[in-house]
T-cell receptor, first 112, second 114 residues
Framework: GENVEQHPSTLSVQEGDSAVIKCTYS??????FPWYKQELGKGPQLIID?????GEKKDQRIAVTLNKTAKHFSLHITETQPEDSAVYFC???????????FGSGTRLQVQP | EAGVVQSPRYKIIEKKQPVAFWCNPI?????LYWYRQNLGQGPELLIR????????DSQLPKDRFSAERLKGVDSTLKIQPAELGDSAVYLC????????????FGSGTQLSVL
């Protein structure tokens, strides 16, 4: 089955700096890669996603890049703000089993 | 539009006791998921429903876990008997699209087994 590894597990940045979170996946057939943000006491919320036919996608201050050859994808947050502090999860979905496999999460702390 | 509703928010039980979690997905979402999230980890799929049919329950520990979605709307997940290792957050999610890509999660039920 699919295996998704995520790093770093914790990330602390100063407000206004950029943050980058990286994930690798094992199933070369995976074709959908979302990123979720989870705030304390809440369920994960989808913030951006990318499909395997696209190399990069951007939405305001967040962007995701995908390297299919290397089987890794990354989340980029620019001009970080304190409200960006949360746990971020990457995930991957294969063409066989129609269910997401999540990474272990990155706790992002944005210092004001 | 109401989101995915789960209850209870918290549950504390002693080991060997039964426990049940309830989920009401977003209206019109035919696909419903139960995930378990251990502390400091990502969600792990337990079971996926398409309407009332469980189409993926390969990760559900069937000796003690059961789930149902009788009318294809709300769902119940049960553990009987609970073990210490079952302490986790149980998340319900639903999806509006046939590709089951975009998941909408509830706030979860935090279970503590003592």
């Amino acid at each position: 089955g699919e295996n998704v590894e995520q790093h770093p597990s914790t990330l602390s940045v100063q407000e206004g700096d950029s943050a980058v979170i990286k994930c690798t996946y094992s199933d070369s057939a995976s074709n959908y890669f979302p990123w979720y943000k989870q705030e304390l006491g809440k369920g994960p919320q989808l913030i951006i996603d990318i499909r395997s036919n696209v190399g990069e996608k951007k939405d305001q201050r967040i962007a995701v890049t995908l390297n299919k050859t290397a089987k890794h994808f990354s989340l980029h947050i620019t001009e970080t703000q304190p409200e960006d502090s949360a746990v971020y999860f990457c995930a991957a979905m294969g063409t066989g089993r129609r269910a997401l496999t999540f990474g272990s999460g990155t706790r992002l702390q944005v210092q004001p | 539009e109401a989101g995915v509703v789960q209850s209870p928010r918290y549950k504390i039980i002693e080991k060997k006791q039964p426990v049940a979690f309830w989920c009401n997905p977003i209206s019109g979402h035919n696909t419903l998921y139960w995930y378990r999230q251990n502390l400091g980890q990502g969600p792990e799929l337990l079971i996926r429903y398409e309407n009332e049919e469980a189409v993926d329950d390969s990760q559900l520990p069937k000796d003690r876990f059961s789930a149902e979605r009788l009318k294809g709307v709300d769902s119940t997940l049960k553990i009987q008997p609970a073990e210490l290792g079952d302490s986790a957050v149980y998340l319900c999610a639903s999806s509006p699209d046939r590709a089951n890509e975009k998941l909408f999660f509830g706030s979860g039920t935090q279970l503590s087994v003592l």
